[in-house]
């Protein structure tokens, strides 16, 4: 087992999410979670990342997440949940920068804001450094979420629907980035409801429903109709693309 792989083998909450079962996020991976509405998917992100007050047996190279420190964990583990907008009056470098501060505060250190501009240049947010958050579009905002957390270089990347605010050129652009850190050797889980980038971008799929794994595994093998039909109560067609990768289309209700 490598250091930086996810097991998770079971997660409850209040009673209302139980995932059974033998759940695996690899490093070096991009896995994403699908699933309708309300299927639990960002509860089980919360829940890893130790802010849902949820019952996890899961562990992180063989170690359990319970067992490791809080401040370890906090560094291994970096959760961006779903975003609107800001109202803050910091400009993009301070935020990025001070996601980074957040792991070890004192004084700026040089390799401090080569990593901030690394992550400001990935997500293409140079030119609006200076810019306030209170100032940016939603979709701006969403890009500087995402710098927020690569600056930070976490052992998982967790992200629950990273690319909702975005337009189609900034979807790609953060999802290949995302692939890129996934085959850099991170361990990455992501939250997605377009079944097609899903497709493109992803290794592996955790397919979610009212609280329960009703499959997991590669790719090719869950994103088929006799999966995805009944996961989202639509008729779909799953064919091969160019690349070889399926390609879904929703045929009706």
């Known amino acids: 087992m490598s250091p930086d792989d996810l097991l998770v083998q079971g997660v409850a909450l209040e009673g209302r999410l139980a ?27 919360k829940a890893l990342a130790g802010i849902e007050p949820a019952g996890v ?17 906090q560094a291994a583990f970096y959760y961006l949940p779903q975003l609107g907008s800001s109202q803050a009056a910091l400009s993009v470098h301070e935020a990025v920068l001070l996601s980074l501060k957040t792991l070890h505060p004192g004084r700026v250190r040089g390799d401090d804001l080569a990593r901030v ?45 990273p690319t909702s605010a975005l337009d189609l050129h900034q979807q790609l652009r953060v999802l290949e980035w995302l692939r890129r850190e996934a085959d850099a050797g991170r361990t990455v889980l992501l939250a997605l409801h377009d079944l097609n980038l899903a497709a493109r971008f992803a290794d ?6 009212n609280g329960r794994c009703l499959a997991s595994g590669a790719v090719d093998d869950c994103l088929t109709p006799a999966h995805l039909e009944p996961l989202f109560e639509v008729r779909l067609a799953v064919e091969a693309g160019p690349d070889a990768r399926p390609r879904i289309q929703a045929l009706g209700l």
């Open 117 to 161: 501009v690394a992550a400001l240049g990935a997500m293409g947010l140079e030119t609006l450094a200076e810019r306030r958050l209170c100032s940016l579009s939603g979709g701006q905002y969403q890009r500087v979420a995402i710098a927020q957390a690569l600056v930070r270089r976490p052992r998982v990347l967790m992200l629950d629907e």
């Open 204 to 209: 592996h799929c955790w397919l979610l429903k």
């Open 57 to 73: 047996s899961a562990s992180l190279g063989g170690h359990d997440l319970k067992a490791l420190p809080v401040a370890e964990r």
């Open 19 to 45: 995932i059974d079962g033998t759940l695996m996020a690899p490093a070096g991976a991009v896995t994403v979670l699908l699933g309708p509405n309300g299927a639990g998917k960002s509860t089980l992100l």
